[in-house]
């Protein structure tokens, strides 16, 4: 990323968190998606799986997003849950469900 215009989407500890930005005209859509996988245990002769997405509960900081945004927060599998954040730079406790983007 250093050597190109692109930013942070978030900031965060977790390895297991992947974040995308897309933005149009004057608005940004920013995306913070669960990539935690929790190996289970498989038989020899049974073929494992190739996903294995579990919850995952972690904390993040959104980036570059303007002073006096108005910023919604889009979550929950079928995206039915919003909510509006005040402080969209302030550390946010999120909870995911197993493969849930957030927007």
Known sequence: MKGTASRAVYV????????ERHQAGEGS????????EKLTDVPEDQPYPIYNYA????????????????????????????????????VQKAEFAPGEMKM
């Open 12 to 19: 965060g500890d977790s390895a297991f968190m992947a974040g």
């Open 29 to 36: 859509l920013l995306l913070v998606l669960n990539g935690y």
């Open 55 to 90: 919850p995952y509960s972690t904390s993040y900081a959104l980036q570059g997003v303007p002073a006096g945004s108005t910023v919604y927060l889009i979550e929950g599998i079928d995206w039915k849950k919003v909510t509006q954040i005040q402080g969209s730079a302030a």
